[in-house]
């Protein structure tokens, strides 16, 4: 393996599980502060732990099908911190529902 290589792979697996790290315990409390309920945080909470169940699969799946691991990740690393981003400007359950689920997909 290269250095760049290692780098790149080191770079992309510490800012996978930092934001894991932020995001598992800092989301719940960042709902509340928008005003959803106990139920409804639990509701988004949730899809973060099953997109990680499901998530998986169907993107190794895309991967060898496509034979482009390496462009995957990729896409999927600038979409989920677009995804990110874009949790500062929805406040509505079905809008941040769907943007779990979006990013959690993304976040694999």
Excluded: K
């Excluded at 709902?31 to 998986?56: H, K, N, Y």
Aim: aromatic share 22%; charged share 10%; with cysteine.
């Amino acid at each position: 393996m290269t250095p760049s290589l290692r780098w790149a792979f080191g770079s992309f697996f510490f800012l996978y599980f930092a934001y894991v790290g932020l995001v598992s315990p800092y989301a719940s409390l960042f709902f509340l502060d928008r005003g959803f309920s106990v139920i409804e945080i639990a509701i988004l909470m949730s899809m973060l732990q099953i997109t990680r169940i499901v998530g998986p699969f169907s993107w190794g799946w895309l991967s060898d099908f496509l034979s482009n691991r390496i462009g995957i990740i990729r896409i999927c690393a600038c979409l989920a911190a677009l995804v990110f981003f874009i949790y500062l400007f929805f406040r509505e359950l079905h809008q941040l529902f769907y943007l779990d689920v979006c990013a959690s997909h993304h976040s694999q």
